[in-house]
């Protein structure tokens, strides 16, 4: 399984931006995305962007859509989340994860095969 790593979370205040990494030790030959996650202490981690590594098409889920922007340098096998104009409803621990394609319904980027978790970074989006 391939192993993810994120870094780049901090704590900012409300209007300001992060932009997250996520490296990628390898993907696996059923595995086409990498997505980004968030959780909040006590619910359920959801989908927020997705990036497919076939043909670079992106998704985002409602909630961050024209605030935040996914990208990828295949040479170095990492994807980055770049946040702007951070709320505190942002806040969250961020993961991201091996998927094997990218998929929107309802508002949201809806996973269809995890792969592998990175092990998260935290954000505070502070008033």
């Known amino acids: 399984q391939p192993q993810l790593e994120e870094s780049g979370g901090g704590e900012v205040q409300a209007g300001g931006s992060l932009n997250l990494s996520c490296t990628a030790s390898?993907?696996?030959?059923?595995?086409?995305?990498i997505g980004w996650f968030r959780q909040v202490s006590g619910k359920e981690r959801v989908g927020i962007s997705c990036?497919?590594?076939?043909?670079?098409?992106?998704i985002y889920s409602d909630s961050v859509k024209g605030r935040f922007t996914i990208s990828r340098v295949d040479a170095k096998n990492m994807v980055y989340l770049q946040m702007n104009n951070l709320k505190p409803e942002d806040t969250a621990v961020y993961y991201c994860?091996?998927?094997?394609?990218?998929?929107?319904?309802?508002?949201?980027?809806?996973?269809?095969?995890?792969?592998?978790w990175g092990r998260g970074t935290q954000v505070t989006v502070s008033l």
């Open positions: 390898a993907l696996t030959s059923n595995h086409y995305a």
């Open positions: 990036v497919s590594t076939k043909d670079g098409s992106t």
């Open positions: 994860a091996t998927d094997r394609g990218c998929y929107y319904s309802g508002g949201w980027y809806r996973p269809t095969q995890i792969g592998s």
